[in-house]
């Protein structure tokens, strides 16, 4: 297989759109950015913000914007309603937006979009929209939104431009990090181009940009021969190979994301959280989701564990619950039995952990020998399991998973290149593995130069221009 290989088809919908990738957003970005800080500006700040993140969600994809507009609009009225009544309107709430989740996300489960028009009906039209960029990120926003601002007596509501910025804010609006309404909300108020911390926001800025540049968007162009029906053609131990090439692009693409996300909200004053702390280092399962996507696995455990009752029913009761979460968690991501299967798995091996393990430490430091094992054990799991990610039919995953364990006689077989394989993982690997006394005793002395090799490989030798991987969900 050379390096360039054939790239991997765009999630339906943002081919028109604007990414944190293309030169229209570095200019957008720009003009945003110095518009927000002039004086005359200042008073209208959120405005700007609102309308902006409008114009950054419309771009190229207008037929999005009214979906969009329903969402927060609908929203902000049951919000309204459940400070007076929660016991009645934040139910409706909840329902609305999980309604709106289900159908955009879900229709296709039943509804065939290349079936002929019945007529020229509104229901005909809503049917043939395309799934809306983000969609289950903002949903997530808006019932947080409705859950912890009704929780008091003394919350006060918020005006509807506050709201707007809230769950559209440009840069966590399509692929996060998610962000609760009670650490969001109280950081809008008037900023300043003096309180700009520009030193930390450009070294999340340029981690993100180098992640995706240099390790995702290379990386993918290997993985894609891990789709159908390409993986046919490769050898059975480039297969093993692209499983775990393809666990170190979904953290690096993701990852990258979230990091320029966190970087551009520094930019106009606003903290997100971080969403990754070296998840491939977990020595448990329980681990691991507290390091990965982390703000998903927060929202899930406040606003749905928590509820069905956590661990306080009793140990089958936590199993149950444990198994409902992760399974709508994997459901969450699409409308594919592959996902369910990828978050039922992963509450399966939870669950035998709890069920093994009991009450044991498993994330306890200084194990020289066992945690290291661990470590490895947790992630040939997590990658593994990344094949049903990866493919979200079903039997094209399973096709895979089997195609690791026979020997593929295909007289054409394409060839990995595992010099190149190394090179564009080795960001990942050295992120995750170096030890950090390393990095904390010399940080001044190697920061500028490791930042300098970062902007010359992702200027220098950058992949071919994909979308992020979370753009589809």
């Known amino acids: 297989m050379t390096k360039r290989g054939p790239t991997a088809s765009r999630p339906l919908g943002i081919e028109n759109g604007m990414t944190f990738t293309s030169w229209q957003f570095g200019i957008f970005a720009a003009v945003v950015f110095a518009l927000y800080y002039s004086p005359a500006i200042r008073p209208f700040q959120v405005q700007l913000l609102v309308l902006s993140s409008l114009f950054f969600y419309g771009y190229g994809q207008l037929e999005f914007l009214p979906m969009l507009a329903v969402a927060v609009l609908g929203t902000y009225l049951l919000l309204i309603l459940a400070i007076r009544d929660r016991s009645i309107w934040l139910p409706v709430g909840i329902a609305f937006n999980l309604g709106l989740l289900a159908f955009f996300k879900y229709k296709f489960l039943f509804f065939d979009p290349a079936a002929p028009l019945t ?63 009670q650490m969001f909300l109280p950081q809008i108020r008037q900023k300043f181009f003096a309180d700009v911390p520009f030193v930390e926001a450009a070294k999340w800025i340029l981690t993100g940009y180098f992640f995706k540049l240099y390790v995702a968007n290379n990386l993918n162009e290997m993985t894609a021969y891990m789709d159908f029906p390409l993986f046919e053609t490769v050898r059975t131990q480039d297969k093993w190979l692209l499983v775990f090439l393809y666990s170190y692009q979904i953290y690096a693409d993701f990852f990258g994301y979230t990091a320029i996300a966190i970087g551009l909200g520094l930019l106009f004053g606003y903290r ?58 994997g459901l ?88 190149l394989a190394l090179l564009y993982s080795l960001p990942v690997i050295i992120q995750h593995l170096a030890p950090r006394s390393l990095f904390e005793t010399s940080r001044r002395k190697v920061e500028p130069y490791l930042y300098g090799l970062m902007t010359a490989l992702m200027c220098v030798e950058a992949g071919p221009s994909t979308s992020f991987i979370y753009f589809q969900f």
């Not at 990120?137 to 409705?146: E, K, R, T």
């Not at 091996?349 to 430091?365: P, Q």
Request: hydrophobic residues 50%; aromatic residues 14%; proline residues 5%.
């Open 119 to 181: 007529g020229a009906s509104l229901v005909d039209f809503l049917l043939r929209l395309p799934l809306p960029i983000g969609i289950s990120f903002f949903v997530f926003h808006n019932i947080s939104l409705l859950v912890d601002l009704t929780k008091s007596d003394e919350t006060q509501r918020p005006d509807l431009t506050s709201t707007f910025l809230y769950i559209i804010f440009f840069p966590q609006l399509v692929s996060g990090p998610i962000t609760r309404a």
């Open 272 to 329: 997100l959280p971080v969403n990754f702390n070296l998840p491939y280092v977990s020595a448990s399962f329980s681990e691991f989701w507290s390091r990965w996507h982390i703000s998903l696995s927060s929202w899930l455990r406040t606003y749905l564990y928590i509820p069905l009752g956590g661990n306080r029913r009793g140990t089958v009761g936590t199993y149950l619950n444990i198994m409902i979460v992760m399974g709508l968690g």
């Open 332 to 419: 969450w991501h699409g409308a594919a039995l592959s996902y369910l299967a990828w978050g039922t798995m992963h509450g399966v091996l939870l669950v035998l952990e709890r069920a093994i393990f009991g009450n044991v430490d498993l994330n306890r430091r200084g194990e020289t020998i066992v945690r290291p094992a661990r470590i490895g054990i947790v992630f040939f799991c997590v990658s593994m399991l990344w094949i049903f990610f990866k493919l979200p039919n079903l039997d094209h995953a399973l096709a895979y998973l089997s195609g690791m364990f026979t020997v593929n006689i295909n007289p054409n077989q394409a060839k990995l290149f595992n010099s």
